[in-house]
């Protein structure tokens, strides 16, 4: 695989990467992210999507919601005109992918970013507070990861006149509320564990305020985490906001890949083989989802080093030092981990010597 | 005991919690189910008895008060009695639900049992030979995971059903008449079931897949994994010392799981056209009928509460330890 054998991160995504973790102390920005084909595919892909979402309305060829025929009554497939085909309306499905990407992609991020400042809000306060504020935050965060977030979307956004329907913002609030649970859940953990750590106490018994051992002492250490509940938000975004327009929820006028997965329906696509109204917009969803999942796994072996020793092949893993007998040191744990605490200068396998 | 009360609890908490919800969202959002109603009667013409009939039964009675009407709720709700289904000729929500019930139980049950097993089974392998060719299995389960659920069963149709005709593209079974339960209507019917479940098992087996992998891995580093070995055990017997510690985590993680495959599972019902709930779930959108939806929101809930309580119950069984906290 040509991809994979570059391991070295380039200095641009490395940079992107960085924006991940911006408030990583100066020391530590040789970064020690796995250089895997995984972060490279992924963030390539994202970047990408990121690029789609902005430039993607303008570059397509035709106005989505253009009609190029008024007497054929079936989708026609792919031609020199139109590249992917048409539509049952006789629209033009390239033009319909490029310009969908940008509301499926606003909806996913403004769901990831409320969500996660909901989590953070509820998970670590949770955490901090104990006694019966934890107790009852804790529940309130359980209550909502249990409760079935599709079925409660659809009766919402049933009861919501078309209208207002296609509001990309209100979209992704509406499915923040119901995704902020799980972050807040493993925040709270976290939190959970860095309260009773030294830094923690002696700036306690300094005598700083409750906010800022919270935002200063606490968070700077959740950020890994806080990246991979944001991506997972993100990514659970994409998946119920395409199910939502696939329903027909979300305004028809709306074009997201969504909304093209549910005229593909309407047109029996997949039983007369019209393969080029479902296929685009339907890989272009598991693409995104796929970088973002790529993303997340990459950072579940920064804050996991065991993870990331069995992403190496058994000869790169032998060279590396890691063996059967000599694995990596065991000080992390899984789920709890001081994932940015102090180590010794990293040697140049990204691992503490 | 102590822990198994304490989840009950939550659960009972959670129930009520799910019900209020379910009360409160018609009264918040914009919609209107007597409306939605009235505006369907087009033509005839509306006196005040039956606009006042109908607030009855959408139990939205002006005269009882918020407090009447979520009171009013309960008991109907306490009596089985979830409303009538404007979009099926006015017959009662339960009866609605009852037929399409059975269908989604039996499609997703046997569905989820079959991914968990094979996704735990796969998680355990890819751990234990990592760094072998099976490493590359995880980016391929985790394309299939973030493709929905209802792209796959697209693609699944388009192949399968219409291309290679293997199995039948919709519907449950073929004749429409209940006939004698023999073999040629049991496998109609899992005929049918096939392309479906397979849908649902490809999307969803990634997530236990890669939650055991990550598990098993830091398990392996255990002292009495590395014991086990040290003692010149059988390797079969090693990786079960290891596995049946690193499942725990995958079935106290069920309750986050269950949620996602049964809503993907009701979209893939959509595709296939599979009489369950998801597809009286999506008539219901369509025909804007309120009181159908509630009732399988309600019934979508209390299945994933149930299903909960006994992940939680052979949890407790399983480790020892969540007994002695007690």
């Given at each position: 695989m040509a991809i994979g054998s570059g391991t070295d991160l380039d200095d641009a995504q490395a940079a992107?990467?960085?924006?991940?973790?911006?408030?990583?102390?100066?020391?530590?920005?040789?970064?020690?992210?796995p250089r895997s084909p995984k972060v490279i595919i992924g963030l390539a892909l994202l970047i990408g999507f990121g690029v789609l979402a902005v430039i993607g309305p303008w570059i397509a060829p035709y106005n989505p919601a253009q009609t190029f025929s008024t007497t054929a009554s079936f989708p026609q497939p792919p031609s020199a005109a139109h590249l992917l085909g048409t539509t049952q309306q006789q629209q033009d499905v390239l033009s319909q992918l490029l310009a969908g990407?940008?509301?499926?992609?606003?909806?996913?991020?403004?769901?990831?970013?409320?969500?996660?400042?909901?989590?953070?809000?509820?998970?670590?306060?949770?955490?901090?507070?104990?006694?019966?504020?934890?107790?009852?935050?804790?529940?309130?965060?359980?209550?909502?990861?249990?409760?079935?977030?599709l079925p409660l979307l659809i009766v919402i956004f049933g009861f919501l006149p078309p209208s207002q329907g296609g509001d990309d913002v209100l979209i992704g609030l509406i499915i923040a509320v119901t995704g902020w649970a799980f972050g807040a859940r493993v925040l709270r953990a976290q939190t959970l564990?860095?309260?009773?750590?030294?830094?923690?106490?002696?700036?306690?018994?300094?005598?700083?305020?409750?906010?800022?051992?919270?935002?200063?002492?606490?968070?700077?250490?959740?950020?890994?985490?806080?990246?991979?509940?944001?991506?997972?938000?993100?990514?659970?975004?994409?998946?119920?906001?395409?199910?939502?327009?696939?329903?027909?929820?979300?305004?028809?006028?709306?074009?997201?890949?969504?909304?093209?997965?549910?005229?593909?329906?309407?047109?029996?696509?997949?039983?007369?083989?019209?393969?080029?109204?479902?296929l685009p917009p339907g890989l272009a969803v598991a693409l995104l989802g796929t970088s973002l999942a790529l993303l997340n796994f990459s950072i579940d072996e920064f804050i996991n080093p065991r993870l990331r020793a069995a992403g190496l092949s058994r000869r790169r893993a032998r060279r590396a030092g890691v063996t059967e007998t000599a694995r990596p040191p065991r000080r992390f744990v899984l789920g709890v981990t001081p994932v940015l605490r102090s180590v010794p200068p990293a040697g140049d396998d990204g691992r503490p010597r | 005991m102590y822990v198994i009360s304490r989840r009950i609890g939550f659960y009972a908490l959670t129930a009520i919690a799910a019900v209020t919800v379910t009360f409160f969202i018609p009264r918040v959002m914009p919609g209107n189910p007597v409306s939605a109603v009235l505006a369907k009667m087009q033509?005839?013409?509306?006196?005040?008895?039956?606009?006042?009939?109908?607030?009855?039964?959408?139990?939205?009675?002006?005269?009882?008060?918020?407090?009447?009407?979520?009171?009013?709720?309960?008991?109907?709700?306490?009596?089985?009695?979830?409303?009538?289904?404007?979009?099926?000729?006015?017959?009662?929500?339960?009866?609605?639900?009852?037929?399409?019930?059975?269908?989604?139980?039996?499609?997703?049950?046997?569905?989820?049992?079959?991914?968990?097993?094979?996704?735990?089974?796969?998680?355990?392998?890819?751990?234990?030979?990592?760094?072998?060719?099976?490493?590359?299995?995880?980016p391929a389960t985790t394309f299939f995971q973030a493709a929905p659920y209802f792209f796959l069963a697209f693609l699944a149709i388009d192949l399968f059903a219409i291309r290679l005709g293997w199995f039948p593209a919709v519907g449950a079974r073929n004749t429409l008449d209940f006939p004698a339960f023999d073999w040629t209507y049991a496998s109609d019917v899992l005929d049918h079931a096939i392309l479906p479940a397979l849908t649902i098992v490809v999307a969803s087996a990634a997530g236990w897949i890669v939650g055991m992998r990550n598990v098993m891995i830091t398990t392996m580093d255990e002292d009495y994994v590395l014991i086990a070995q040290a003692k010149g055990l059988p390797k079969r017997r090693v990786i079960w010392y290891a596995a049946r510690n690193a499942i725990l985590p995958s079935i106290s993680g069920f309750s986050l799981a269950i949620g996602f495959v049964v809503s993907g599972a009701l979209l893939t019902e959509i595709v296939f056209s599979y009489p369950g709930l998801g597809f009286i779930l999506l008539s219901a959108v369509q025909e804007a009928d309120y009181a159908l939806l509630q009732g399988i929101f309600l019934v979508i809930t209390m299945a994933v509460l149930i299903a909960n309580l006994a992940a939680d119950f052979v949890y407790v069984y399983l480790d020892p330890r969540t007994r002695q906290e007690a």
């Open positions: 992107d990467l960085l924006e991940l973790y911006p408030n990583a102390p100066a020391s530590r920005r040789r970064l020690r992210l990407g940008r509301s499926t992609i606003l909806v996913a991020f403004v769901a990831g970013l409320i969500a996660t400042v909901l989590s953070v809000i509820v998970g670590v306060t949770a955490g901090y507070a104990g006694g019966l504020g934890d107790d009852l935050l804790s529940m309130l965060a359980n209550f909502f990861l249990i409760l079935p977030a564990s860095l309260r009773t750590r030294d830094y923690v106490e002696s700036a306690r018994i300094v005598g700083e305020r409750g906010w800022r051992i919270i935002s200063f002492e606490i968070l700077p250490n959740l950020i890994p985490i806080l990246a991979s509940s944001f991506l997972f938000t993100v990514l659970y975004g994409v998946g119920t906001y395409t199910a939502l327009a696939f329903l027909g929820l979300v305004n028809p006028n709306h074009v997201s890949w969504g909304g093209m997965l549910f005229y593909a329906q309407v047109a029996g696509a997949e039983q007369s083989g019209y393969w080029w109204l479902f | 033509g005839t013409v509306v006196t005040k008895q039956t606009l006042a009939a109908l607030q009855a039964e959408f139990g939205s009675d002006t005269r009882e008060g918020l407090v009447g009407q979520y009171l009013h709720y309960w008991n109907d709700i306490l009596h089985g009695n979830l409303g009538i289904s404007t979009s099926n000729g006015m017959v009662p929500v339960t009866t609605v639900i009852r037929g399409a019930l059975p269908w989604t139980l039996g499609l997703v049950g046997t569905a989820t049992v079959i991914s968990f097993i094979l996704g735990t089974l796969l998680g355990i392998l890819v751990a234990w030979r990592r760094g072998s060719w099976l490493d590359t299995l995880l």
